[in-house]
């Protein structure tokens, strides 16, 4: 059973900063990529960053909003993907989830039970 389960979410003031944690656990095939998503109240679920964590040797991606702000990153010997979060503003606020793609390239399979950021002004 594939588990990721995701933590360091909290209240933070505007300009402030965070570090959620993904520990993944029952991994039966290596994942090309793990990702951090989000979803604000009464908004579409968002992607936020990707690592590649297969052959990609820990590329990394981030949606234009996050850009320079925020930072994904992977300890393997931990099974653990972090998300550096700095200079958090009020339109960061939202569940955080990972997700994990289970070795598929068109789909993320595996998901964690949230983590939430709040960000006040």
């Known amino acids: 059973q594939v588990q990721l389960v995701e933590s360091g979410g909290g209240s933070v003031q505007a300009g402030g900063s965070l570090r959620l944690s993904c520990a993944a656990s029952?991994?039966?095939?290596?994942?090309?990529?793990m990702a951090w998503f989000r979803q604000a109240p009464g908004k579409e679920r968002e992607w936020v960053a990707t690592i590649f964590t297969g052959t990609g040797g820990g590329a990394t991606d981030y949606t234009d909003s996050v850009k320079g702000r925020f930072t994904i990153s992977q300890d393997n010997a931990k099974n653990t993907v972090y998300l550096q979060m700095n200079s958090l503003a009020p339109e960061d606020t939202a569940m955080y989830y990972c997700a994990a793609d289970g070795g598929s390239w068109s789909e993320y399979r595996y998901w964690g039970q949230g983590t939430q950021v709040t960000v006040s002004s």
């Open positions: 029952g991994y039966r095939y290596s994942s090309n990529r």
